[in-house]
């Protein structure tokens, strides 16, 4: 099931609670204590460790199974390295076409194994990640929102904030943290404090490289700050010295290439280079060295922010609060024009996304001069 195939909701509701079904548990599973699902692109999955190590430590390493994207699953294993994994794919639409040849490759294996607790950090669920958490044999659950169990499977294509997700920000909290808090609370029976969650890497060690990393995509085009605005900022910054990295996904070398070529150009940045399609760890490793880091709301923002790297983050309203702003360090500047339709969840109603649209190069010029300043 797709969305293109536009079946009748009932059709669609009976197919999806079926896919969500386990297999059979197999005579002899292993017996563990806790399944941790955290099903997720690279910068999500970045915003869980903290939450992650504490769980962990709680049920000891080797009682736990990680399920874990395919994308995040090199960073799992670098972070977590004791932790057994589970790796699926970081999404999929169609229910037929996707997901039903994955449950018959996929759920057999995962009956091998039982578990005392399902921890959910997952907290925006899709159709995808709820029956990928119907496979899971588990006897209690620990997340936002109810279990997904055949009455209640969510059949939407998009994801959506379960009921529970937590409505008021406070920094250093971000909702998104703020919900990993909670359920971290009901697992293990004690809520942690920030110290505790605030998410850092163990496993790369942050130092301070001469390379400026530039990553100006996020994961959907309708998140992308205009490419003029940020040449015009680059431009007007007077940048000190040093080698501009650009850094982005394979799909979008061209534009990579070409915003590269700009800031030669125009910005008269003489070394400039274009690195498409990073490894993950060697994408994670690049950051970690870097002098300094300008992007999007993305996992450039999310990475820069865990090594508390000086950085300019441009971000949009349509998760705003969610996933981001989040922090204590000042060396962090993130940049947002509030507009009333902020939350709208990416789903812009205007052909032109005014809250980044109508951040000014210059706003962003300013603190490319504040980053170099002050770090």
């Given at each position: 099931?797709?969305?293109?195939?536009?079946?009748?909701?009932?059709?669609?509701?009976?197919?999806?609670?079926?896919?969500?079904?386990?297999?059979?548990?197999?005579?002899?599973?292993?017996?563990?204590?806790?399944?941790?699902?955290?099903?997720?692109?690279?910068?999500?999955?970045?915003?869980?460790?903290?939450?992650?190590?504490?769980?962990?430590?709680h049920?000891?390493?080797?009682?736990?199974?990680?399920?874990?994207?395919?994308?995040?699953?090199?960073?799992?294993?670098?972070?977590?390295?004791?932790?057994?994994?589970?790796?699926?794919?970081?999404?999929?639409?169609?229910?037929?076409?996707?997901?039903?040849?994955?449950?018959?490759?996929l759920?057999?294996?995962?009956?091998?194994?039982?578990?005392?607790?399902?921890?959910?950090?997952?907290?925006?669920?899709?159709?995808?990640?709820?029956?990928?958490?119907?496979?899971?044999?588990?006897?209690?659950w620990?997340?936002?929102?109810?279990?997904?169990?055949?009455?209640n499977?969510?059949?939407?294509?998009?994801p959506?904030?379960?009921?529970?997700?937590?409505?008021?920000?406070?920094?250093?909290?971000?909702?998104?943290?703020?919900?990993?808090?909670?359920?971290?609370g009901?697992?293990?029976?004690?809520?942690?404090?920030?110290?505790?969650?605030?998410?850092?890497?163990?496993?790369?060690?942050?130092?301070?490289?001469?390379?400026?990393?530039?990553?100006?995509?996020?994961?959907?085009?309708n998140?992308?700050?205009?490419?003029?605005?940020?040449?015009?900022?680059?431009?007007?910054?007077?940048?000190?010295?040093?080698?501009?990295?650009?850094?982005?996904?394979?799909?979008?070398?061209?534009?990579?290439?070409?915003?590269?070529?700009?800031?030669?150009?125009?910005?008269?940045?003489?070394?400039?280079?274009?690195?498409?399609?990073?490894?993950?760890?060697?994408?994670?490793?690049?950051?970690?060295a870097?002098?300094?880091?300008?992007t999007?709301e993305?996992?450039?923002?999310?990475f820069?922010?865990?090594?508390?790297?000086?950085?300019?983050?441009?971000t949009?309203?349509?998760?705003?609060?969610?996933?981001?702003?989040w922090?204590?360090?000042?060396?962090?500047?993130?940049?947002?024009?509030?507009?009333?339709?902020?939350?709208?969840?990416?789903?812009?109603?205007?052909?032109?996304?005014?809250?980044?649209?109508?951040?000014?190069?210059?706003?962003?010029?300013?603190?490319?001069?504040?980053?170099?300043?002050?770090?």
């Amino acid at each position: 099931m797709s969305t293109r195939l536009h079946l009748p909701p009932a059709i669609r509701r009976l197919v999806t609670a079926r896919m969500a079904k386990p297999a059979p548990l197999l005579e002899g599973a292993r017996q563990r204590r806790a399944c941790l699902y955290k099903v997720d692109r690279l910068g999500d999955f970045v915003l869980a460790i903290g939450a992650l190590r504490r769980l962990i430590a709680h049920y000891g390493p080797g009682e736990c199974r990680l399920v874990v994207s395919t994308i995040a699953a090199p960073l799992a294993a670098a972070e977590f390295p004791d932790v057994a994994r589970w790796e699926v794919p970081a999404d999929a639409s169609g229910v037929l076409r996707e997901i039903r040849p994955l449950r018959r490759r996929l759920a057999p294996v995962w009956a091998a194994e039982s578990f005392t607790d399902v921890v959910c950090l997952r907290h925006a669920r899709s159709v995808y990640r709820n029956i990928t958490l119907g496979w899971i044999h588990a006897q209690h659950w620990h997340g936002l929102g109810p279990q997904p169990v055949d009455r209640n499977v969510f059949v939407g294509h998009r994801p959506e904030f379960v009921a529970d997700y937590p409505a008021a920000p406070r920094p250093p909290w971000c909702r998104e943290l703020l919900a990993h808090r909670e359920v971290v609370g009901r697992a293990t029976g004690v809520t942690p404090d920030w110290s505790v969650l605030r998410p850092q890497l163990c496993s790369v060690q942050p130092s301070t490289g001469a390379n400026w990393i530039f990553c100006p995509f996020g994961s959907e085009p309708n998140r992308d700050f205009p490419e003029d605005r940020w040449i015009e900022a680059w431009r007007t910054a007077r940048f000190p010295v040093g080698r501009i990295e650009v850094l982005g996904p394979a799909s979008r070398h061209e534009e990579l290439a070409r915003m590269a070529a700009r800031l030669r150009q125009e910005a008269n940045r003489a070394d400039v280079l274009v690195a498409a399609n990073l490894p993950p760890m060697e994408f994670v490793a690049r950051l970690a060295a870097a002098r300094g880091i300008v992007t999007v709301e993305s996992a450039a923002a999310h990475f820069a922010t865990a090594f508390d790297k000086p950085a300019v983050i441009v971000t949009g309203g349509g998760h705003f609060g969610c996933l981001a702003p989040w922090g204590e360090g000042v060396r962090q500047r993130w940049l947002a024009t509030p507009m009333p339709c902020f939350g709208c969840e990416w789903e812009c109603p205007f052909s032109t996304v005014h809250c980044l649209v109508e951040q000014s190069a210059e706003s962003v010029a300013q603190a490319l001069r504040e980053m170099i300043a002050h770090g």
